[in-house]
């Protein structure tokens, strides 16, 4: 089984990988287009994001799975919400999508994005700890480590390969 990740971050290829640990699986990391803003602002955006990496990573290297996982955030009522989502693409089905978890941001932090920044280099000030996107995330400075970005991508990435094998059973 080939399996081609839209990303070459690596707490999504570790997500992938952890989901897929019992099967005998080659695994291909791309750097790949998500077709959205560097900081999808919508639940639609970051879908999409998610969705264009899966399809993207299929078509580019011929595997049996194409993976997106794209991460963003939503405005809400209470305000500005960290929000992650996911695609499995395979080849004569429609793309596969689940969501993950989901947590308010601080409003300084909140502020900052509203403003056009990026989430990543907005973590990488606030917490002062270099590419906090490829490691802990910041589902996990904000859950003071109890979640970090890979397992948060893994809960996605189980429910993707969870859907596919229900419907292809």
């Known amino acids: 089984m080939r399996v081609v990740i839209g990303s070459k971050n690596p707490a999504k290829n570790e ?3 952890n ?3 019992h099967q005998k699986a080659e ?3 791309l750097d790949v287009s998500s077709g959205v803003n560097a900081m999808p602002f919508s639940d639609e955006e970051t879908i999409k994001g998610a969705v264009n990496r899966a399809l993207a990573s299929l078509e ?3 595997g049996d799975f194409g993976i997106g996982l794209e991460g963003g955030v939503q405005e809400t009522s209470h305000g500005l919400f960290l929000s992650n989502w996911g695609a499995l693409a395979a080849k004569d089905i429609p793309p596969i999508i689940a969501g993950g978890a989901r947590i308010l941001l601080p409003e300084e932090i909140a502020v900052r994005l509203r403003d056009g920044e990026e989430l990543g280099p907005v973590m990488d000030d606030y917490a ?3 590419n906090v996107r490829k490691k802990e995330g910041a589902i996990g400075i904000f859950t ?8 948060m991508f893994t809960h996605i ?5 969870g859907q596919y094998q229900y ?3």
Do not use: W
Request: proline share 0%.
């Open 144 to 151: 003071n480590g109890f979640i970090d970005r890979a397992e």
């Open 60 to 62: 580019h290297a011929n």
């Open 19 to 21: 989901a897929f640990l």
């Open 167 to 169: 419907r292809t059973k």
């Open 27 to 29: 695994f291909i990391s």
């Open 15 to 17: 997500a992938v990988k």
């Open 128 to 130: 002062r700890i270099q």
């Open 157 to 161: 990435m189980k429910l993707l390969l």
